[in-house]
């Protein structure tokens, strides 16, 4: 007997998350909100600008929800009354508190877009085109309340072109970790994936 789809809440802000939210859209279970950020003035006209998955979150037909603030038990109740099994967090923007990392019975996931713990933090694919990393990633991981700390539960890597940039290399990495996440959910499903801790040292 098949089991019935997850309801996920996906949190993501830039283009990074978007074959991720695209992915899990278009998958098996069913995201039942997006978290993102609040929209921004940007350009010469300060024009108010919505982040690309709020836009394409309405374009799914997904409730939007961008909280100013998030540790307040006002959202907390929100996210709740969406009765979620899991959050997916893709590139979101802020760190989450333990009031939303135990929020539901599966927890929090991130998609992080690098091998880690290597580039721990903010701009991981900056810092691989920076180093020069041959080999690059994205990772599947249990959130905890450190930066990118959490145990992994999947990696996937590919090799990074002689004359790769940040811009080709992120497009790369959006779809790689869309296609791992899916994977890493699967198998958080089936009780097929476990997860390892990470080198802290």
């Known amino acids: 007997m098949s089991k019935p789809p997850l309801r996920i809440i996906f949190m993501g802000t830039p283009d990074f998350g978007l074959p991720s939210l695209q992915a899990l859209a278009d998958g098996p279970d069913d995201v039942v909100a997006v978290v993102t950020q609040p929209d921004r003035r940007k350009g010469r006209g300060k024009k108010l600008t919505p982040p690309p998955v709020k836009v394409l979150a309405e374009a799914l037909d997904i409730p939007v929800l961008q909280p100013t603030k998030i540790r307040t038990e006002e959202f907390r109740n929100g996210l709740l009354s969406y009765q979620p099994d899991l959050i997916v967090v893709t590139a979101y923007g802020r760190i989450l508190p333990p009031s939303l990392l ?76 869309s296609e791992t996440l899916l994977r890493a959910i699967k198998g958080l499903k089936d009780g097929t994936i476990a997860a390892a801790q990470q080198d802290h040292d």
């Open 102 to 177: 135990d929020l539901t019975p599966m927890g929090c996931i991130n998609v992080h877009g690098s091998l880690l713990p290597l580039h721990r933090g903010a701009a991981p694919i900056q810092w691989s085109v920076i180093k020069g990393d041959k080999e690059v990633g994205v990772t599947i991981i249990r959130m905890d309340e450190g930066m990118d700390t959490g145990d992994m539960l999947l990696q996937a890597n590919i090799t990074s072109a002689p004359d790769e940039t940040a811009g080709t290399l992120f497009d790369k990495m959006a779809q790689l970790g």
